[in-house]
């Protein structure tokens, strides 16, 4: 409970950044409408909801990156859900992180974890070719795919079912309520961040 708690004062301090920080990234293509400017009060919900799921989570395997994931992941997925795109130099900077603390910490699991990596960086890419997912998610998937083998394949493959059912779910809520149509897109980060996250605390082993 502690952990908790101190994880959403956590992500209620870091709310203001979180802010600015979108703010900056935020750029949506050319040609398309500029972002809406995200409110203090919404990116201190779902900073303090970042905050207390890695809280939650604490004493899990692979525990400092998600960590780093989440201290990103709040920013990539609200600037996905702003603009539709995971800028470049968030998704490198979440990579470059990802495995300087997987070589500290979780050595053991290294291999798997690259392995991963390779996977859904490469799946995610040919998927793109396939539907308009958008490079940005084959960018953001390798970082992912690495933290959810920490925990071994099966905690890979949960990430995936619970990203795509998410996605599948919120993607029928929009179309029956008429927020949507059929032709329009759906950031699918905030989806894999999400799913990520879930998986992490459902399956993750306990190292404490």
């Not at 398309?32 to 809280?55: C, D």
């Not at 300087?100 to 490469?122: K, N």
């Not at 925990?151 to 309520?177: H, I, N, P």
Request: aromatic share 6%; charged share 10%.
């Amino acid at each position: 409970m502690f952990a908790i708690l101190g994880g959403v004062a956590v992500g209620l301090v870091l709310a203001p950044g979180v802010r600015r920080a979108v703010g900056r990234y935020a750029v949506p293509y050319e040609g398309e409408p500029a972002a809406r400017p995200l409110s203090l009060p919404t990116a201190a919900l779902v900073s303090a909801g970042a905050g207390a799921a890695v809280g939650a989570g604490y004493g899990v395997a692979g525990w400092p990156v998600l960590v780093w994931t989440a201290l990103l992941g709040v920013v990539l997925a609200l600037v996905d859900a702003s603009v539709h795109r995971l800028p470049d130099v968030l998704t490198a900077t979440l990579a470059a992180g990802t495995a300087i603390l997987l070589l500290v910490t979780e050595r053991q699991s290294l291999l798997r974890c690259l392995l991963a990596a390779l996977a859904l960086g490469l799946g995610f890419a040919l998927l793109a070719l396939l539907v308009p997912i958008g490079l940005g998610d084959a960018k953001l998937a390798p970082s992912l795919g690495a933290l959810l083998a920490v925990t071994g394949w099966a905690t890979v493959l949960a990430g995936l079912v619970y990203a795509f059912l998410l996605a599948g779910l919120w993607a029928v809520a929009l179309l029956l309520t008429r927020r949507a149509g059929r032709q329009d897109s759906l950031a699918f980060g905030p989806f894999l961040l999400l799913g990520t996250l879930l998986a992490v605390l459902v399956t993750g082993r306990p190292t404490v």
